[in-house]
C-alpha cells in the first residue's frame, strides 16, 4: 500500500500564494500519475489538477482558472501543487491521490491511493 502525505496548507488572505507538497512512500512512485482534489465543507470532492507518471502531460479542473500549477519531482517521489491567486472560495481541505493507469484523470474512483488531506484557508 502506498502512503500519501500533504503538506503546506495554512491560513493566507485573499490573492496570496501556497504550495502545497505530497510526499510518497512507494519507491516506484515514478508509474503512478498523480491528482489533487479538494473538499469543502457540506461539497462533493473536486478535482483540482492531475500529472502523468512522467510529468509529461497536465489537467486541471474548473476551479484552476490558470491558478494553479501541478508538478512531480519523482527522484523525491513528490508532487506539488502551486496555489496563486487564492480566493475564499478556494477555502478547503486539499487531497492528494494516485492512480496506477499512469495517466491523469478527473474520475475519483479510478485512484487507488489517497492521502489524509491538509486545510487551506483563505480569508477576504
Known amino acids: 500500500q502506498v502512503q500519501l502525505v500533504e503538506s503546506g496548507g495554512g491560513l493566507v488572505q485573499a490573492r496570496g500564494s501556497l504550495r502545497l507538497s505530497c510526499a510518497a512512500s512507494?519507491?516506484?512512485?515514478?508509474?503512478?500519475?498523480m491528482g489533487w482534489f479538494r473538499q469543502a465543507p457540506g461539497k462533493e470532492r473536486e478535482f483540482v489538477a492531475g500529472?502523468?507518471?512522467?510529468?509529461?502531460?497536465?489537467s486541471y479542473g474548473d476551479s484552476s482558472q490558470g491558478r494553479f500549477t501541478i508538478s512531480r519531482d519523482n527522484a523525491k517521489n513528490t508532487v506539488n501543487l502551486q496555489l496563486n491567486n487564492l480566493k475564499p472560495e478556494d477555502t478547503a481541505v486539499y487531497y492528494c491521490?494516485?492512480?496506477?493507469?499512469?495517466?491523469?484523470?478527473?474520475?475519483?474512483?479510478?485512484?487507488?491511493?489517497w492521502g489524509q488531506g491538509t486545510q487551506v484557508t483563505v480569508s477576504s
Open positions: 512507494e519507491r516506484t512512485f515514478s508509474v503512478y500519475a
Open positions: 500529472i502523468s507518471s512522467n510529468g509529461g502531460f497536465t
Open positions: 491521490a494516485a492512480t496506477r493507469i499512469g495517466s491523469p484523470t478527473s474520475v475519483l474512483r479510478r485512484y487507488d491511493y
